[in-house]
């Protein structure tokens, strides 16, 4: 009989490490909120690009929800570049 694994997740399912997961969850989220407010605000790409500070395929790869390509120092500099501040908020894991 086959196991099934069970994950709170696709993160934790796709990642090593809770860390790794964690990061991925945070980069993933901050990406949502940008991709939100250039949806809410009707930028094209172009416009969106140019207030972030980006390129347009760099927008592209972000509505796209290409997590593996921004790092968290990049979607906070994007945030800040369209009068956004990233809040960070700690909060305690479930253990399992």
């Not at 290409?66 to 894991?93: K, Q, Y």
Request: with cysteine.
């Amino acid at each position: 009989m086959t196991t099934i694994d069970q994950y709170s997740s696709v993160w934790d399912a796709i990642s090593d490490t809770p860390e790794q997961a964690a990061n991925l969850r945070a980069r993933s989220e901050i990406m949502q909120k940008i991709s939100d407010i250039i949806k809410e605000k009707g930028w094209t790409q172009t416009e969106a690009a140019a207030r972030c500070g980006v390129t347009q395929p760099r927008v592209n790869d972000l509505l796209r929800g290409r997590v593996s390509r921004f790092s968290l120092d990049a979607l906070v500099n994007m945030s800040t570049a369209i009068g956004r501040r990233v809040h960070i908020e700690l909060e305690e894991m479930e253990v399992a």
